[in-house]
Structures are given as structure tokens and as C-alpha cells.
């Protein structure tokens, strides 16, 4: 028998599925939304009447008669929320706004310094809350990070120790998600909706804010006992060689024979970006079923973005954090 966590799991599947295929089709009755779901009518209606009473779904207008009843159609509402994405990126904030359509509707970059880096982020925060609802928050960081505490930040260690998701919790009464910039781009690559499933992936960037990678293992992101899986800036003691190619060549070669992924992706950076080089030096010697596909892509950012959207469905923030919770 299933256990009532698994249960709720596949609820919030379900719920984030539907809400899913809406975005898609915007107005539509719940047959039509039965038809692009793996679940029947009974449990479509069970998400639509629970998104209606909460809010986040609208009744609209009746479908045109086909010589029957005439069907509801439903919409989302798109005011409902909105998500807030906040990315540390190099010494710039840069924050988008999303309504509950996964819409951007406003974004915006801030430069910030490092002593005062908190103080800035908060600031930004409450510029989007006093105008938009904003239900759930989500900031990326270049730095260790573990169940929403800073672990180590190499740029910034005065932060070290700090609960920062647990701080915005309470300072906002939101939803809050905290989490590696890289593990979140190796969420956000693998879900990309045009892209083929990639379980077993890695991206890379060497440059915005160091070095640094992301790893998904047979669909899992790899974070390790305390978040520092990926921090491949250690794997010597010099930090920050980058500019040449046999270091990260280096560091590729390492993934490549602890990881065996099926693709990597290379970020462009504004330090580097000679990839072909790195990856022929890193392959060199190792067996052809080993050498993996490798790309470059520009999508650092909305790769990103989407990596915090999977994170919010699996978790269930579409969801509103009621009175009760906080």
C-alpha cells in the first residue's frame, strides 16, 4: 500500500500536470483536458474543483453546443500568484517576475556588493511585493548550498552558515526555494520541453562565477552529503585557471569518468569559451562508448528559470502557503 507521502506526490503530479496542460490550451473543459493527461475524468474534476475553490483556477464561458449539453470550460487564473526569480549572477541580481502562467511580466537587473549582498536582495524583494502577490520565491546562488543554508560561498564568506532560505521565509511568509546556480541548469536543460530526455547529463560554465558544473545521475540532480558534489574548482588548489584549456580540460575528463554522462553542455561565459579545444583534450585516450555528446548554449539563464519551475511543481508551490503553514 502506498504510503501517504507517495500519495501526495502523485496529487501534486497530477495538480501540476493539469495546470500544465491549461497553460497550453488556455480556456477548456475538463474532457479536453482529460484527453492530454495520463489520469480520468474523476480525478481531472477532483484538480479542477480544488483549484476553483482555492482561486487559482476560473470557471468561463460554456463550450459551443455540439448537439448536447453544452460543456464548462475553465482557465487559470493568472493573477493567482506570481513567482518571483531572483539570480545571483557575477555582482548583478537579476530578478524576473512570472504570473501564475509562467509569463514574464517584469524583469529587472540590481549590481550589488558583497557585504551587501543580503541587504540588496531583500530590498529587491520588497520592490516586487508591495506590487505584485507573490507566493513563492526562488534565488540562485553561485556557492555550496544545502537544504537552504549557504555552505560555503568562496566569493562571499561572511555568509557562511547562513539559513537563507529559512531568513526569507520569515521575513516574507512565502514559499522559498534556495539552490546551486549549476544544479539548477542541469534541472532546467534536462526539462527542456523541445529537447530528448537526457538522465544522465552535465553542464558546465567556466567563467560568471567561477568554475562550476551540474550533474543528474539517472534523473536525480547529485548534491552529495553536504551540497558539494559539482564543486570542481577544488579539484586542484589553484583556483580560477581558466583562461587556459588544460585545467578544464582536466576537470571535464573528471566528470566524464565519474559521471559517464549521455551530453554535456557548455555555457558561453565572458571569460571562456574555447569548448571544442577543452573537450578534445579531455576525451583524449578514453574509449569510444564513454565520450559523450557536447554542445554550447546560451540558454545559462533559462535554463535556470526552468530548473526552479520543476523544483516548484515537485514540491508543490503552485500552492499558496496558507495561514496555517506559516
Sequence with gaps: MLNQRALESIRSKNFSDLLEVMRKKGMCSLSQITAKMDVGLTT??????????????????AADSTGGRKAQQFFINAKYQYYLIVITDNNDLICKIYDF??????????????????????????????????????????????????????????????????????RFGVHVVVQNDMKLTVLGAEARPEGEPTPNLVTAQFGHNGIGVGELVNGRVLEGHSGFAGEVGYIQDIRKNIMGTSYLAKIVRSVIICINPQKIIFYHSQRQN?????????????????????????????????????????????????????
Design 274 to 326: 574555447n569548448f571544442p579545444r577543452i573537450f578534445e583534450e579531455a576525451i583524449r585516450g578514453l574509449p569510444g562508448y564513454a565520450v559523450p555528446e557536447y554542445v554550447i548554449s546560451d540558454e545559462y539563464l533559462q535554463d535556470i528559470t526552468v530548473g526552479f519551475f520543476k523544483v516548484i511543481d515537485e514540491k508543490g508551490y503552485f500552492k499558496k502557503e496558507s495561514k496555517s503553514d506559516e
Design 101 to 170: 502562467n509562467k509569463r514574464c511580466v517584469e524583469e529587472t537587473q540590481k549590481t550589488f556588493s558583497m557585504p551587501l549582498y543580503y541587504q540588496t536582495l531583500c530590498d529587491e524583494i520588497d520592490a516586487f511585493t508591495v506590487r505584485y502577490e507573490v507566493g513563492t520565491i526562488c534565488l540562485s546562488l553561485p556557492c555550496v548550498i544545502k537544504s537552504g543554508r549557504v555552505v560555503d560561498w568562496y566569493y562571499n564568506p561572511e555568509l557562511q552558515g547562513f539559513d537563507i532560505q529559512g531568513a526569507l521565509e520569515k
Design 44 to 61: 481531472v474534476k477532483k484538480c479542477v474543483e480544488e483549484g476553483v475553490k482555492c482561486g487559482m483556477i476560473l470557471p468561463g464561458e
